[in-house]
């Protein structure tokens, strides 16, 4: 596991209030909380929590780290948040054909003007717009959604 990983389960543990706990919401063994934990002190050359065989508390250095610690996890989760988020927006070309003309109208009702989404200022830089209008002799159009 890395040391994120290691502060994370650290962070776990002091919210759950114990090693046992931690793992259960971790889907871990106790014992392999504990030993992670253990590598983490080990690795800082501190101490992190006072143990008992009833009760299990944050050392000085361990109330410090958990202060950072638990800001980490948080900046951690909001990064990983930020750039799944950015896979749900829409990027690309959006091609729309319609028959007849395409333009924008005061009148919400008028079925020719250009909708919300396609017009240019809907807030969607990475959105390219490509409006096609068609004209046909044929004057039988199909309105299943009007405006497009």
Wanted: proline share 5%; net charge positive; no cysteine.
């Amino acid at each position: 596991m890395s040391f994120a990983g290691d502060i994370e389960i650290f962070v776990r543990v002091v919210e759950a209030g114990g090693f046992s706990a931690a793992a259960r919401a971790l889907g871990m063994t106790p014992s392999a909380v504990s030993k992670l934990v253990a590598r983490l002190e080990d690795r800082l050359g501190a101490r992190l929590f006072r143990r008992t065989t009833r009760k299990l508390s944050l050392t000085q250095e361990g109330e410090t780290f958990y202060r950072h610690g638990a800001q980490i996890v948080v900046e951690i989760a909001e990064a990983e948040r930020a750039v799944t988020d950015m896979g749900l927006v829409a990027r690309g070309t959006l091609r729309v054909q319609r028959r007849g003309q395409f333009r924008p109208s005061p009148d919400r009702a008028d079925p020719g003007r250009v909708p919300g989404p396609l017009s240019r200022d809907a807030g969607r830089p990475d959105l390219e717009r490509q409006l096609r209008e068609t004209w046909s002799r044929k004057r039988s159009m199909s309105r299943s959604a009007p405006g497009i």
